[in-house]
């Protein structure tokens, strides 16, 4: 699914289903509908989102990308198990964030990765990946970067070698 801003700043989103993907003739229709119109980020299911919610800086799974309903359904991304299940039960304070495209604006949301040693990565509109300095200890090489605070706690640094 790709979401995009048109110019005047509202988000939508279009999806392509795999079979029209792979079809000659087939392309996305928003470039032709909203000439003005740019690409914010292309999100699959599994990817990684970051938004604020709560006013912390949250890491969120895409479970499902629900394109008629123009909706995503999220969930932090260390919650595990039958999520479905999980959010029916009243025990449990597990609840799915159903996020439309203006609720992801609304909430900051940007697509990352996170690396091998466990660090986030910002991925901009052309896939490149940019490095959040969060973890870092300095506040100063975070502020130069544009980082932004993360709910999980900086990687420890091994020292002495």
């Known amino acids: 699914m790709e979401i995009f801003e048109t110019p005047d700043g509202k988000w939508l989103g279009e999806a392509l ?3 029209m993907a792979n079809q000659m003739d087939s ?23 970051a938004l604020d919610m709560k006013g912390q800086r949250t890491i969120m799974v895409v479970h499902r990308l629900d394109a008629a309903a123009n909706r995503f359904k999220l969930a932090a991304h260390n919650e ?4 479905d299940q999980r959010h029916t039960d009243e025990t449990d304070p597990f609840r799915w964030l159903m996020a439309s495209y203006g609720t992801l604006k609304a909430m900051n949301a940007e697509r990352i990765r996170i ?6 990565w910002r991925i901009d509109r052309r896939g490149i990946y940019r490095s959040l300095a969060a973890f ?21 640094t091994a020292t002495g070698r």
């Not at 392309?27 to 989102?49: C, H, N, Y």
């Not at 595990?80 to 999520?83: I, P, W």
């Not at 690396?115 to 986030?120: N, S």
């Open 136 to 156: 870092s200890s300095s506040a100063s090489i975070a502020k130069r970067s544009g980082a932004l605070p993360w709910t999980t706690s900086p990687p420890s």
């Open 27 to 49: 392309s996305l229709r928003w470039p032709t509908e909203f000439p003005g119109a740019r690409l914010i980020m292309r999100v699959f299911k599994g990817d990684l989102v």
């Open 17 to 19: 289903s795999v079979f």
């Open 80 to 83: 595990t198990g039958n999520l």
């Open 115 to 120: 690396d091998e040693l466990g660090r986030p």
